[in-house]
């Protein structure tokens, strides 16, 4: 992974624009809303990542606010986020930024990076 950078390929449906990357053994996807989430208190004009791999599926996580979270908690700097009360999805204006982000944590196995 380390070095090829994905070929994603752009897409909207009825409530979000996103972009994607499928393989046989990968599915990312960064996208936004088009509206605004009053429920999840989720803005639209924040692209946020879901990963599926063989290691882990689900969200990418801010780890700078994750880490403060573990510092105030008392917790270990290895304790997973399943442990925290509190935590920040990786978010940007700039899709680019998060698909680098996305780019980087599949090639280093992390599912937190420091935005």
């Known amino acids: 992974m380390a070095g090829n950078q994905l070929k994603w390929k752009y897409g909207e449906n009825d409530s979000q624009y996103y972009y994607e990357v499928k393989t046989k053994d990968l599915h990312c996807v960064v996208y936004k809303l088009k509206f605004r989430d009053k429920d999840r208190q989720l803005a639209n004009d924040f692209w946020i990542a879901y990963i599926e791999t063989d290691w882990y599926k689900g ?6 606010y994750c880490d403060r979270q573990r510092k105030k908690l008392g917790l270990p700097k290895n304790a997973k986020i399943e442990e925290l009360h509190d935590y ?28």
Do not use: S, W
């Open 59 to 64: 969200m990418l996580f801010d780890k700078a």
């Open 88 to 115: 920040k999805l990786l978010g940007n204006k700039d899709p680019n930024v998060v698909m680098r982000k996305v780019e980087y944590c599949l090639a280093h196995k992390q599912k937190e990076i420091t935005p």
